[in-house]
T-cell receptor, first 117, second 115 residues
């Protein structure tokens, strides 16, 4: 089946530093990847849609200068949390569609637990 | 405004019995619905989906029912197994959502299947 690999699975960083999270589709090409964030006991919140070779589309309220997304190839998208603050601590999850149809289900990575101290 | 609602935050079922997870939606433009299962500290795993042109879709122990007039769908798991214990998310997408078909998620229902 379609596999999405996310790295790292957890990271602890100091306030003010930047953290990069990688999302790879291992056995399929993904022209579009999605970045989500989940707070405890809340649902998944879509942050941005990452399109290969073009700028990401950010959801309302998500700062594009703080959450930098790069989708340089058909198998890799990265999310960089710049100048991280404790309120950025969260569970970040990426996903990608394995098929070209918009009805193809999303496949998710295992998420990255970010803790900013 | 929560367009996809899972009103039961938790559900407890005995092993071997049926688990029924419910989901309601408000947006009449939703035409595609999915169920995902999520274990702690992992990403969601796709379970089953249904298009609005159908009212039932079955895959092994999992069946999804869609009632468009009531804007309601449900996921039935039978027989339930302890390994089914997880959080189940209902998600929907709209026909007017553009090429990327953004998913709108419910808050999830935590299912516990007791041996």
């Amino acid at each position: 089946g379609a596999v999405v690999s996310q790295h790292p699975s957890w990271v602890i960083c100091k306030s003010g530093t930047s953290v990069k999270i990688e999302c790879r589709s291992l056995d399929f090409q993904a022209t579009t990847m999605f970045w989500y964030r989940q707070f405890p006991k809340q649902s998944l919140m879509l942050m941005a849609t990452s399109n290969e070779g073009s700028k990401a589309t950010y959801e309302q309220g998500v700062e594009k200068d703080k959450f930098l997304i790069n989708h340089a190839s058909l198998t890799l998208s990265t999310l960089t949390v710049t100048s991280a603050h404790p309120e950025d601590s969260s569970f970040y999850i990426c996903s990608a569609r394995s098929g070209s149809s918009v009805y193809s289900p999303l496949h998710f990575g295992n998420g990255t637990r970010l803790t900013v101290t | 405004d929560q367009q996809v609602k899972q009103n039961s935050p938790s559900l407890s079922v005995q092993e071997g019995r049926i688990s029924i997870l419910n989901c309601d939606y408000t947006n009449s433009m939703f035409d595609y619905f999915l169920w995902y299962k999520k274990y702690p500290a992992e990403g969601p795993t796709f379970l089953i989906s249904i298009s609005s042109i159908k009212d039932k879709n079955e895959d092994g122990r999992f069946t999804v029912f869609l009632n468009k007039s009531a804007k309601h769908l449900s996921l039935h798991i039978v027989p339930s197994q302890p390994g089914d214990s997880a959080v189940y998310f209902c998600a929907a997408s709209a026909r007017n959502a553009g090429n990327n078909r953004k998913l709108i998620w419910g808050l999830g229902t935590s299912l516990a299947v007791n041996p």
